[in-house]
């Protein structure tokens, strides 16, 4: 989910809920906007994206873009 968001905010593009439902690895986990949205608060909770009201969209924040790059030295 975390990565959705990555690459959707590279594109210039809103990472919301059905943006990122579009998104192959989405499809392929069978993630309903429900799911989507619970675990978009979850990342926001603990501070991995920032979540805009609306259709400001969520974008990842430093903290975030830090776990992403620690995912990949793994």
Same mark, same amino acid.
Request: no cysteine; net charge positive; proline share 3%.
């Given at each position: ?5 990555? &690459?959707?905010?590279?594109? +210039?593009?809103?990472? +919301?809920?059905?943006? *990122? !439902? ?9 993630? +309903?906007? +429900?799911?989507?949205?619970?675990r978009l &608060? ?9 979540s805009k009201r609306g259709?400001?969209?969520? %974008? *990842?924040? !430093? %903290?975030?873009?830090?776990?992403? !790059?620690?995912?990949? &030295?793994?």
């Amino acid at each position: 989910m975390l990565r959705a968001v990555a &690459e959707l905010n590279a594109v +210039g593009k809103s990472a +919301g809920r059905d943006a *990122i !439902a579009a998104l192959p690895a989405a499809r392929s986990m069978r993630l +309903g906007p +429900g799911a989507i949205r619970a675990r978009l &608060e979850r990342l926001d909770t603990l501070g991995l994206v920032a979540s805009k009201r609306g259709r400001g969209g969520t %974008s *990842i924040t !430093a %903290s975030g873009a830090s776990v992403i !790059a620690d995912s990949r &030295e793994i």
